[in-house]
């Protein structure tokens, strides 16, 4: 048993322990307070103990041990969209006890506009002054960036990415968004019936090199 808290060093509090579950049982080397921050409660397995110690690491008035700890998100972070994420099953983005800091890229296989919320499923039961929508972002100015790109050629399979990251502070930053296109070649009517009748190997070899991604 691995005791934490401050209060544990109270000498009757350690008599009353051991005389429940036995001396050899307790394990006395263990710094009180750093187990308090290292410390998860049993069913929530999330931290909630050692948070005045915490703060302490945090802020450069105090001086205390290096403690190295990892914030969790408590609840699961979900989007709704206007167009399917590629490569994303169902509606959750960031399940519970994903750790902050996590940036992820969002893949969206249209020629339109984005625009997406991010925010908490109504399953969860949130403190009453804190709002299920976390960000709403607009993604405009794809139809025209498509169009700059293929110039006189085709656009084949364009595809909007967003690349979204988890702060430490739990909340949620859109951090980049770029429009990718394949761009081919246009072929006029004559090419188009050399193909359907067959044209030759040099002419498909000089096809396949007209094939470029630009973005």
Same mark, same amino acid.
């Given at each position: ?62 001086r205390v041990k290096d403690i190295r700890s990892k914030d969790y998100t408590v609840y ?12 994303l099953s169902g509606s959750v983005l960031f399940p519970a006890r994903t750790k902050l ?64 990251? &988890?702060? *430490? ?7 980049? +968004?770029?429009?990718?296109? $394949?761009?081919? %070649? /246009?072929?006029? &009517?004559? *090419? ?7 044209? +030759?190997?040099?002419?498909? $070899?000089?096809? %396949? /090199? ?6």
């Open positions: 048993m691995i005791l934490h808290g401050g209060s544990v060093r109270v000498p009757f509090v350690q008599k009353a322990l051991e005389d429940a579950v036995g001396t050899n049982k307790i394990a006395k080397t263990v710094n009180a307070d750093e187990a308090a921050v290292m410390g998860t409660h049993p069913q929530k397995s999330v931290i909630d103990i050692g948070a005045i110690f915490r703060g302490a690491q945090l802020n450069n008035q105090f699961p972070i979900t989007i709704t969209a206007n167009a399917s994420i590629d490569g800091g996590y940036t992820k890229s969002l893949i969206f296989k249209t020629s339109h506009d984005v625009s997406f919320t991010l925010g908490y499923p109504s399953s969860v039961k949130l403190p009453n002054d804190i709002s299920p929508t976390i960000l709403t972002a607009n993604i405009s100015g794809v139809p025209q960036k498509i169009e700059k790109l293929k110039g006189v050629h085709e656009c084949h399979d364009p595809t909007v990415k967003i690349n979204i990251k &988890l702060t *430490d502070s739990g909340l949620v930053n859109v951090l980049h +968004s770029e429009v990718t296109c $394949e761009i081919r %070649e /246009k072929k006029n &009517l004559a *090419d188009k019936f050399k193909g359907f009748f067959g044209g +030759s190997g040099k002419d498909k $070899e000089e096809n %396949e /090199k007209d094939d470029q991604v630009c973005h």
